[in-house]
């Protein structure tokens, strides 16, 4: 029987099924990148609501697993070498999930290599360009009398959205016909830029339709479906 007792967060979030990998999250872009991950690839799994408005992220529980107070997290009983393995950072949880499937990138390691460079690009360009501008034109920004923070955003939004746009072209997904760990990545945040942050007029979307018939293509996807909704808010 798979003891998980050692990891305190297992103290604010119980195992049920300690066999089963563990996710620590919410359904919001980055959060979903996971669940989505693991409805795809039907690794078995138990799904714990990590609530904001109760601040559980900040919590001596969670901050045990994940220091950088951010969803999501994931604690797999059966790591490497049979051991439990505590990861955050959505991007290093795909890559494992990937490797421990076998599914979704590329076995060549060209290839493998082509991925991990798109999934940093989301990383480290789409995620955090696209959640300042949904902050600025949506939330506490948005009632800032100085307009030209926003429009840097925008600006580096559309500049983004354009280089996605060419890779999609004259592919169905971003590595190609091949659906991977990048397009997983890449397309909750592209669907929250349109929807929760009303910001498709403002980046012109109906200048990027490779973008967008991609995300018509991802959102179709039964797996994506379900793990949009995953974990369940309370
Ligand atoms: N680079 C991190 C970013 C994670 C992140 O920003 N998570 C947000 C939700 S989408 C969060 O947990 N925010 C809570 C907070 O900042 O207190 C990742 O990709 O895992």
Redesign the pocket.
């Known amino acids: 029987m798979t003891d998980l007792s050692s990891f305190p967060i297992t103290k604010k979030w119980p195992a049920r099924h300690p066999e089963r990998i563990q996710l620590y999250s919410?359904p919001?872009?980055?959060?979903v990148?996971i669940s989505i991950m693991l409805e795809e690839t039907g690794l078995p799994y138990e799904p714990h609501l990590?609530s904001?408005e109760s601040?559980d992220?900040?919590s001596p529980e969670f901050l045990s697993l994940n220091p950088?107070?951010?969803?999501?997290?994931i604690l797999d009983p059966d790591g490497p070498g049979g051991k439990p393995l505590p990861l955050?950072?959505?991007?290093a949880?795909l890559i494992y999930l990937a490797d421990k499937s076998g599914r979704f990138m590329p076995q060549d390691l060209a290839g493998r290599y082509e991925t991990i460079q798109w999934l940093m690009f989301q990383?480290g360009g789409i995620?955090p360009m696209f959640?300042q501008l949904g902050f600025f034109n949506k939330f506490a920004g948005k009632d800032y009398e100085d307009k030209r923070p926003r429009d840097r955003y925008v600006a580096e939004s559309k500049r983004l959205l354009a280089v996605l746009n060419q890779r999609l072209a004259e592919r169905s997904w971003i590595m190609g016909d091949e659906y991977t760990i990048a397009d997983i990545a890449t397309f909750p945040w592209v669907r929250n830029l349109l929807g929760f942050y009303e910001a498709g007029d403002l980046v012109g979307i109906a200048d990027f339709p490779h973008v967008t018939r991609a995300l018509a293509a991802f959102v179709a996807r039964p797996a994506v479906a379900k793990g949009l909704t995953i974990p369940q808010r309370g």
């Open positions: 919410l919001t872009p980055n959060g990148k990590v904001f601040s992220q900040t950088n107070n951010k969803i999501p997290a955050f950072e959505s991007g949880i990383m995620g959640g």
